[in-house]
Each structure stands twice: as structure tokens, then as C-alpha cells.
């Protein structure tokens, strides 16, 4: 499985910004929960949503109310809509499955930093 993520890029504070991250090989994608992760400089990766495969959707307190998830199984996409975008989110950005479900194998991620 490959996972490569995009759209990410230099944006403002209080900005929005969509990442998307589309994942290709041998897998059946819309039977799989999928979720978004990030690092920060000098930080953990720390996870920060995920989707299941019945659009059930769940928000780590540090975005809930300014991040969206969504998938698309058509295009085996699974997207991050940021909005009101602070400081403390710059980090890569990266998709797998959630915590708990075996993680494949690590894409290069997507950088969004925030600008004050």
C-alpha cells in the first residue's frame, strides 16, 4: 500500500487549508477506517482524526470544531479540511489507518505551516 499526501503548503493564521492523501495497491479501500496524523518539530507523531468506513467520524480535542474528515472511496481518498489554523499546527502531515488497526507503510506526508 502506498499513501501519498498533498496540498499542503504556507498559510496564514486563521486560515483554511484541504490536504488530501490517496491511497493506491492491493487493498479494498472503502472497507477500511482511515485516519490523519501529524508531527511536529521535535514532537511524536500524534493522531488527529479518523473516518471509518461508515463515515463515522472522531476529532482529537485539539481540532474538534476546526478540522473536517471526509473520504471519497471512488477516488480512494481521504481529505483534512483545516480551518482557523494556529501556530501549533505546523507539523507533516500524514494518513494511515487509526491507532489500533496495523499502520502501512509511512508516506512522506505533506508540510502545513502557519504563519502569524
Known amino acids: 500500500v502506498q499513501l501519498q499526501a498533498s496540498g499542503g503548503g504556507l498559510v496564514q493564521a486563521g486560515g483554511s487549508l484541504r490536504i488530501s492523501c490517496v491511497v493506491s495497491?492491493?487493498?479494498?479501500?472503502?472497507?477500511?477506517?482511515l485516519a490523519w496524523y501529524r508531527q511536529a518539530p521535535g514532537k511524536q507523531r500524534e493522531w488527529i482524526a479518523a473516518?471509518?468506513?461508515?463515515?463515522?467520524?472522531n476529532l482529537a480535542d485539539s481540532v474538534k470544531g476546526r478540522f473536517t474528515i471526509s473520504r471519497d472511496n471512488a477516488k480512494k481518498t481521504v481529505y483534512l479540511q483545516m480551518t482557523s489554523l494556529v501556530d501549533e499546527d505546523t507539523a507533516v502531515y500524514y494518513c494511515?489507518?487509526?491507532?489500533?488497526?496495523?499502520?502501512?507503510?509511512w508516506g512522506q506526508g505533506t508540510q502545513v505551516t502557519v504563519s502569524s
Open positions: 494511515n489507518r487509526p491507532v489500533g488497526w496495523p499502520v502501512w507503510s
Open positions: 495497491g492491493d487493498i479494498v479501500f472503502n472497507i477500511n477506517p
Open positions: 473516518i471509518t468506513s461508515g463515515n463515522a467520524v
